[in-house]
């Protein structure tokens, strides 16, 4: 879930606090000073803290593809390059760089991916481990687990698909990948292949 990183963040976060039932939304930033908020049904209203007060304000379009293919490789380009391993370093980096990306193209995550990061709160290593070690995750534990695995653990960890047998889409998180402290733990997706394998209505 997305918290106000600036002094505008959080006073237009309390203003849609008190005016909205800010439960039924999905909260966003689109700069530094403004937030968006989406309901179920996709539609979208933005505002900006500035001159001391709230306002609406007008949802930005996207930046054109060019302009954010040209700030990629220039980003590329960078020597030294920025430490990003992190969604939270990545967003400091993100509000603190003027650059051409949407949040979620700089968090590099799919639309599915991104409400389940929007609208709940982040599992830790721990978490991670409890439910891949438990044999079958449902579809929304492995979202968490891959929003974890992306959030810095990729480089220590391996999350993916090992393959399909009878009786359903198996998957593994490996901790400490690559070394002689590897450990694998494999688990069956809670999906609908694997409910109709297993009978389960």
């Known amino acids: 879930m997305y918290k106000p990183h600036t002094i505008e963040q959080f006073k237009v976060q309390q203003f849609l606090e008190h005016t909205f039932a800010i439960d039924h939304f999905l909260v966003s930033p689109l700069s530094r000073t403004a937030l968006m908020l989406e309901d179920k049904d996709g539609e979208r209203i933005a505002f900006s803290f500035s001159d001391n007060e709230v306002r609406e304000i007008p949802i930005p379009p996207a930046a054109d593809l060019e302009k954010v293919k040209a700030f990629i490789r220039q980003f590329h380009a960078l020597d030294p390059k920025p430490h990003l391993r992190t969604f939270e370093e990545i967003t400091r980096w993100w509000l603190d760089h003027p650059n051409p990306l949407t949040y979620q193209q700089a968090l590099g995550l799919s639309d599915e991916l991104y409400r389940r990061f929007l609208s709940h709160p982040m599992i830790d290593d ?24 992306f959030n810095g653990n ?7 698909p090992l393959g399909v047998d009878g009786t359903g889409n198996l998957y593994a998180l490996t901790f400490n990948y690559g070394t002689p402290r590897a450990r694998e733990l494999r688990f069956y997706l809670l999906d609908d292949y694997y409910r109709d394998m297993n009978h389960i209505l």
């Open 126 to 149: 721990e978490d991670a481990w409890r439910m891949a070690s438990s044999g079958l995750v449902s579809e929304d534990g492995y979202r968490d687990i891959q929003l974890w695995y």
């Open 154 to 160: 990729s480089f220590t960890c391996w999350l993916g």
